[in-house]
């Protein structure tokens, strides 16, 4: 007599192996840094990001500010932004006004003193996410290069 049914369930969690901090950055952040939802705060004066893969990001909107990868923020060709100059920025300045999408690849914020000019794209919403996970992750993604050193003049035995 045979009896027992088998339990057809196969719980497979494969997809939440990929979090380990070792993928192939280029592949993995790609994909990841899709967003599902975005939504501007005006009065928290804040960004969310839903991403696809189900993480969460929140911005406040001044951090974000900081973040405007624009030419005249950043500067160029080897010379320093206006926000490399650490300047004090008004309330004006990081007043979120609209967010609006480019593409299929970043936002433009207008802010209260008429700076729209940065595109911010997916990835780097991403790569910056402030939230705590993803602190230590960028943390422990650069590590302090000790223990390899490998040497340079290593002497050689085979001499022919
Ligand atoms: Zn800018
Ligand atoms: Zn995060």
């Given at each position: 007599m045979t009896s027992g049914p088998r339990e057809p369930r196969e719980t497979r969690f494969a997809a939440r192996a990929y979090n380990r901090g070792v993928e192939p950055p280029s592949v993995a952040i790609a994909s990841a840094a899709i967003p599902a939802r975005i939504h501007a705060d005006r009065e928290a004066r804040t960004v969310a990001i839903e991403w696809r893969d189900g993480h969460a990001t929140l911005y406040d909107a001044a951090d974000l500010r900081w973040l405007c990868p624009c030419a005249y923020c950043r500067g160029e060709a080897g010379l320093p932004g206006w926000l490399d100059s650490a300047p004090t920025l008004t309330a004006e300045q990081t007043r979120l006004v609209d967010i609006a999408l480019v593409g299929q690849y970043a936002v433009a914020p207008t802010w209260?003193?008429?700076?729209?000019?940065?595109?911010?794209?997916f990835r780097l919403l991403r790569d910056r996410c402030p939230c705590e996970s993803c602190r230590t992750a960028r943390a422990s993604a650069h590590?302090?290069?000790?223990?390899?050193r490998h040497d340079e003049h290593a002497p050689s035995k085979e001499d022919r």
């Open positions: 209260g003193d008429g700076h729209h000019t940065g595109y911010y794209t590590p302090a290069p000790t223990g390899s």
